[in-house]
């Protein structure tokens, strides 16, 4: 076989070319630390390295949907702190305001301190994020939630309903609440037990009655009716009382007794229809006083009306009637309100929680995926060196040779 000097010339200057790029991709897996610079280097490799990376990517977000998130909820779970230090502050007052040592001077400068006290609840319920959101407006949160009309009167206008709170993804499968609406937090409080609760309608002159309490002793027989408990002077000067249904009807006790013109004990309860009403002090003919199912209050409404009460005085018998009266509504509402705030505290500290450990997991997860990905994609640099060394001395070894058979010529024989 003839080889003619071209060929001869042309597979040195390959070879040096094949070595030279073998030396050069050496050479660049050294300088980057990767072993996989294209996906030809090793396919298989190079798709799993792209899935193991978006899941790292998904992850990060992830974390980082958490790290946004928990400040909002921690100034949240603050300011709920904070709005029940009010409220237990304010139920010290109404217990205080209700006592026979105060005067009217001095209850006066109690329902100034509870007017404070709905203030600074007043501004908790506006508070913004650093972000400049209000915490409590739900998804519209760049609008403020909590507005007073000229009468003081306090409206909710953030977000209510399904959808109302922006829901953040930690995970694949998990959602955690960014906050809650003010709507759920200082509006829509259930009244004393939240099931029943009874109200003076009618208060003769001279009445010295006052509601102690509303209570359900036999939830199966509770329904949603709303009974009148009427009081009436029979004619030997002593007080009874009926309770009577939407037609004016009387209705049975507890125990099967009919309910009409029963002799009246103040401190006693009336049993009937699943709920106890009990009544104390001095009622007069004419008085009355409804027994309802439970409404939700708001917080403000609450405070506004045993302000209103304490700044009334108790100049005569029925205004301290009207004051023990008030008080008892209102310690039970605002212990609800109470109750209704450690409820949301405690479910923004176990969002809290959750994200505490999802953000464990996250950590483990990323630490597990970036060693996938190491071993994969990164070099083995002890491989690489000794390989780089050899590739060197073939490329030199190459351009020696052709070097050498570059020269050979007939010319050289003659």
Do not use: H, W
């Amino acid at each position: 076989m003839r080889v003619s000097t071209t060929q001869i010339f042309q597979t040195g200057i390959d070879q040096i070319q094949r070595n030279q790029a073998e030396l050069n991709r050496t050479s660049l897996q050294l300088g980057s630390g990767e072993r996989i610079l294209t996906p030809s280097d090793d396919p298989s490799g190079a798709t799993q390295t792209n899935q193991f990376e978006r899941i790292i990517k998904a992850t990060e977000q992830y974390q980082r949907n958490i790290d946004n998130t928990q400040p909002r909820l921690q100034q949240q779970e603050s300011l709920m702190q904070s709005g029940t230090d009010a409220l237990q502050r304010a139920r010290e007052l109404v217990i205080a305001g209700n006592n026979d040592s105060q005067t009217d001077e001095t209850r006066r400068y109690q329902a100034n301190e509870l007017r404070q006290l709905r203030d600074e609840l007043f501004e908790i319920a506006n508070t913004r994020d650093p972000n400049g959101e209000y915490i409590f407006a739900g998804t519209n949160s760049l609008e403020q939630p909590f507005k007073q009309d000229g009468e003081g009167t306090v409206r909710y206008e953030g977000a209510e309903g399904t959808g109302s709170v922006r829901e953040v993804e930690i995970s694949p499968t998990r959602t955690v609440p960014v906050g809650d609406t003010g709507a759920d937090v200082f509006m829509n409080i259930p009244e004393n037990d939240g099931r029943t609760t009874a109200d003076v309608t009618n208060r003769e002159a001279d009445s010295l009655l006052i509601v102690d309490k509303a209570e359900v002793y036999d939830v199966r027989e509770l329904d949603r009716e709303e009974y009148t408990i009427e009081f009436t002077e029979n004619g030997d000067g002593d007080m009874t009382y009926s309770v009577l249904d939407e037609n004016d009807d009387a209705i049975e006790g507890r125990d099967g007794e009919l309910l009409e013109d029963q002799p009246f004990v103040p401190g006693e309860s009336i049993d009937f229809a699943g709920r106890s009403v009990t009544i104390s002090g001095d009622p007069v003919d004419g008085d009355k006083v409804v027994s309802r199912p439970a409404e939700n209050k708001d917080i403000f409404s609450t405070l506004d009306d045993i302000i209103a009460a304490l700044e009334e005085g108790t100049g005569t018998r029925e205004a301290r009637a009207n004051l023990a009266t008030a008080t008892n509504t209102a310690l039970g509402d605002m212990d609800a309100a109470i109750e209704n705030f450690n409820d949301i505290r405690a479910d923004v500290g176990s969002r809290l929680k959750t994200m505490d450990d999802q953000t464990e997991l996250n950590e483990d997860r990323l630490l597990d995926l970036e060693t996938a990905v190491s071993e994969i994609r990164d070099l083995d640099y002890a491989e690489a060196i000794s390989r780089f060394n050899q590739q060197q001395v073939a490329l030199q070894a190459a351009q020696q040779t052709y070097s050498e058979t570059s020269r050979l010529s007939l010319f050289d024989f003659i």
